[in-house]
């Protein structure tokens, strides 16, 4: 079970502004950076954001992620058909001393 | 290009063994910390182990602790786990994931995966 809550879906029609929250606790988001990946369907996921806003090269800038406190967020603006994906964020977790990831939210494009 | 590709993965009967590997090219396998994260059919990503760049250092997840053994062999450039008392519940997807240089808990390269399914 995971300890990072993500909405189970989000959807918005081509070119307008998606918002995907990630809520977990002190010993996971509350101390340690917060990394998004997005997984296209059938394919490998792929690193998307990483320590909370950075993209890796490649990564459209229509891709943000911020975080505060115990919560991170992960804002898709421009919205096109190809960003239908699940997306993922993931911390450490120094209670247990493990890696989790989030429950996954599956955008659609209207 | 940096490439991970997953083998090993089948059908296994519960309680059965399975050793997944993952062959590295395109960097210098021996720099870097890697991860391997599996995925149940329809299901999210779950991380399962990590080794850091020289095998020293290991973690497993409560799920997997004292059935799985995460290992490298440098030399070969690959990773390997192998998978005892395999449980229904261990049917996945299995990938292996890179750690960026400069934190190991960012994955930024991952391979296709292997599919490992547990089943009479």
């Known amino acids: 079970q995971s300890v990072l809550t993500q909405p189970p879906s989000a959807s918005g029609t081509p070119g307008q502004r998606v918002t995907i929250s990630c809520s977990g606790s002190s010993s996971n988001i509350g101390s340690n950076s917060v990394n998004w990946y997005q997984q296209l369907p059938g394919t490998a996921p792929k690193l998307l954001v990483y320590s909370n806003n950075q993209r890796p090269s490649g990564v459209p800038d229509r891709f943000s992620g911020s975080e505060s406190g115990t919560s991170a967020s992960l804002a898709i603006s421009g919205l096109q058909s190809e960003d239908e994906a699940d997306y993922y964020c993931?911390?450490?977790?120094?209670?247990?001393?493990?890696?989790?990831f989030g429950t996954g939210t599956r955008v659609t494009v209207l | 290009e940096v490439q991970l590709v997953e083998s090993g993965g089948g059908l296994v009967q519960p309680g059965g063994s399975l050793r997944l590997s993952c062959a590295a090219s395109g960097f210098t396998f021996s720099s870097y910390e890697i991860n391997w994260v599996r995925q149940a059919p329809g299901k999210g990503l779950e991380w399962v182990s990590y080794?850091?760049?020289?095998?020293?250092?290991?973690y497993y997840a409560d799920s997997v602790k004292g059935r799985f053994t995460i290992s490298r062999d440098n030399a070969k450039n690959s990773l390997y786990l192998q998978m005892n008392s395999l449980r229904a519940e261990d049917t996945a997807v299995y990938y292996c994931a890179r750690g960026h240089l400069s934190n190991g808990w960012t994955f930024d390269y991952w391979g296709q995966g292997t599919l490992v399914t547990v089943s009479s």
């Open positions: 080794i850091s760049s020289r095998g020293r250092t290991i």
């Open positions: 993931a911390a450490w977790d120094d209670s247990p001393n493990a890696y989790v």
